[in-house]
């Protein structure tokens, strides 16, 4: 391993905004044939020094060398797209940048030809496919729509794409995201088969058990700087941990509790899917107080149905929904009422406006509150001691209740959220993708905070794709694969392999066997 | 090659000096087109600001005509704050004229204190309902508001002089298609003696200050700011959309109605069919100048009346089309516009 060259050579690249150090002096090589995993928290550097490599940014000082053709080391140009494309640079973003209503192959061809030419060779390009496929083990049918593509093939698809394009360096940003387990895993084997044929491959992902299974070296960044570049062989997942972090890492247990009355219960509920997206089929369910109940799914089976219905924005056409033993009134205002705290799956959408002070956000589901407002003018003073309040109890770094949300950073607005949500002592938790996009650091305080709420007596109903953050949290989890509910199993009779075939809709197969 | 760089935080000095550097790159954009008129153009620019400012005659004719863009540049500001493109000020103005001059000229006999309120009332609900189709339209079928605001104002201008040729036609008006005038206490009082310049600067500042009051420190206010920025996490939080959308319309359409009704009882006396000269138009160049914040849409109206009252003078006295005006206005908008960018952005060369 060692003797193989090095393809890729960032050296001393520093990048500055304003006060901030994005990056800070950052050496890293990568060689011919190796798996390097890129480890790190939001904020630590990864994506600037990502889009300094592809040329979006440029970096204040440092260089960074591919090699050429004749093996040597070549200078990139900064500040070219172009060119890191030329120098057999590509990348896989974590959302795919597909045309739905083309084929495979038109997608792959799209934009390699010249505009002006009037055919888009697809024979020969067939052909090169084919080629391709074969030496990498992706495989996918050439000429079928990519709208009829499961994600996981569509993630071959863009692999392909970069790879159609001659990259010899493959960038993957977080690329298990989406999938189940098993699709990881048939990811992590083409990922080997590319890298026996000597392609290099930088692996960005905060999943650290994944890190530990493909990589073969690991370089972590903590506050701009790379605090530790060293073979996977020998590490483990608390030392990982610690060095993203820079501490330890508290792991939150979860400590046995009764639970107590049913807060929420679902009676063979539909709820039609809304713009193509798969709804809820004869959805039953229960949630009692002091429980979670963990929803694992890949995402797009039908969680937004099940998220909106009990957050009141979508209606069920068939079957009951009950709440603390009544009908559920289908309104956002009334399920707030009736005390639900709702933390919704994209909180930039939904959770938070980001012009709005963390004051305004704090209070933004209770404007009718007398000690919100009087006479329709908000009173200022009392939300800010509300804020204030808040912001001390939910330990939310900021300048102070005036300042905008949209500066604070993705875990600072989880914590606005949470502040909102929780801080009214709910009796039933909506918890959608909680700690989804947090560091390690800010998704354990997440997790802490639902687990105080749990230990206070509230029901918490938790959707998540984080296969460990549901097993380590719920005390009992529910599958839901094309919009069905699997009935919830005690966690402890749970694994991993049997979740993901769950998850891939295998329930029914194991029934009829 | 030039690149953009998004900056950090935009600091207080490149926040309040872009908005004067674009307008003074406004100034020096507008010396292209009088040197190429072979004006000279120091002396030009000394007509300009004299005939804008330079007397009381002067600085009353640019605040008369500042008022219509003051209304109109708030019923903008408010509406463009909910993201609820509403060009049709110029229709609604119309349609406050019009109500004006059914109530103000015979229909009701009553005393000032009491004529003039209902004057203002009848205008300010006309120019609302105007705006109760579009945004119900919006709201509940997701038709765009830009084309049917922008096409009501042509069917409320042709039904003005359907109007104006027809029951409302003045009989003692010689043949021409005007309205019978608003009685004398219906007027808004002058402010300066011999002066045009009247009450409706008064209302439209004072709205001014109510409707940043409304925006700033109300419930209203803040479920129009959060519908704005992110509508659906507005409807999450349970503040309905719709609501909120149908009463920013009929907020917007009433200040402009209320233009049209200051036009009328203020200035004019009556209603033909020329009464605006674009200032529903205008009015939106003056909200995005005093970006969309309706305590700027007062300094912001001034300058752009400023300019295109001093731009008449100049065009008589040195013989160069007032078309120069709205050159300039032209230019201050690209140029705010363009400054609003350079304040989140950082140019880099390389």
Known sequence: MQSSPVVLSIAGVTKRFGALVANEAIDLDIRQGEILALLGENGAGKTTLMNILFGHYVADEGKIQVAASDGGLQTLPAGSPQAALQAGIGMVHQHFALADSLTVL??????????????????????RLRGLMSESGLTVDPDERVSRLTVGERQRVEILKVLYRGARILVLDEPTAVLTPQEANSLFAVLRQLKARGLSVIFISHKLREVLAIADRVAVLRGGRKVADRPVAGTDRAMLASLMVGREVPVSRREPQAPGRTVLRLDRVDVPGAGGRIGLTQASLEVRESEIIGIAGVSGNGQAALAGLIAGVTRAAVGA???????LQPSPRSVVRAGIGRI??????EGVVGSLTIAENLVLETLDDPAVQRWGFLRFSAIRDHARALIAAFDVRCLGPDSPVRLLSGGNIQKVILARELGREPRLILANQPARGLDVGAAAEVHRRLLVARRRGAGILLISEDLDELLSLSDCIAVIARGRLSPAAPVESLTLERLGLLMAGQDAEDQAA | MIRLEARGRPTALVSTAAPLGALLAALALATLPLLAAGAPVGPAFARMAAGAAGSTFALTETLTRATPLILTGLAAAVAFRARLYNVGAEGQLYAGALAAVMIGSGAIDAPSSVLVPLILLASALAGALLMLGPTLLKAKLGVDEVVTTLLLNFIVLLFVQMMLEGPLKDPMGGGWPQSEPILDAGILPPLVERMRLHAGLILGAGLCVITHIVMARTVLGLKIRAVGDNASAAQYAGISV??????????????????????????????TADLSRGFGYAGIVVAMIAGLQPLLVLPAAIFIAGIFVGADTMSRTMNVSNYIADLIVAFALLSVLVSSLFVRFRLRWR
């Open chain 1, 106 to 127: 038109e997608n792959i061809v799209l934009g390699t030809g010249s505009l002006g030419s009037p055919t888009l060779h697809k024979r020969k390009a067939r052909t």
């Open chain 1, 321 to 327: 929904v009950t709440l603390f033993g009544a009908p």
């Open chain 1, 344 to 349: 919704p799956e994209d909180r930039h959408h």
């Open chain 2, 242 to 271: 719709t609501g909120v959308i149908v009463m920013v319309g009929c907020l917007s359409g009433a200040l402009a109605g209320l233009a049209g009704a200051s036009e009328v009882a203020g200035l004019k006396g009556y209603l």
